[in-house]
């Protein structure tokens, strides 16, 4: 890792609470990690059962439809 960012993260890590640097990068590996699995393991169809539990749609009303999707799929 290039002696700028180290630096970077030495300064900045102390003023968000985290005391080690290494720390901070653990954090932001992290945060990267869980936008990249939500990103690539999300799908449409998990906003589409979301939007309609949000409208009370029951869940097993949605585990049908789902189920009625796969097997003409």
């Given at each position: ?26 954090h932001?590996?992290?945060?990267g990690?869980?936008e ?16 309609l ?21």
């Open positions: 890792m290039p002696d700028d960012v180290i630096d970077d993260l030495q300064r900045i890590a102390p003023k968000l609470g985290i005391p080690d640097y290494r720390a901070l990068i653990c932001y590996v992290g945060k990690l869980r990249d699995v939500e990103r690539f393991e999300h799908t449409p169809i998990d906003d589409l059962i979301e939007s539990k949000r409208h009370g749609v029951s869940e097993t009303v949605i585990y049908e439809a789902v189920n009625d999707m796969a097997q003409v799929g």
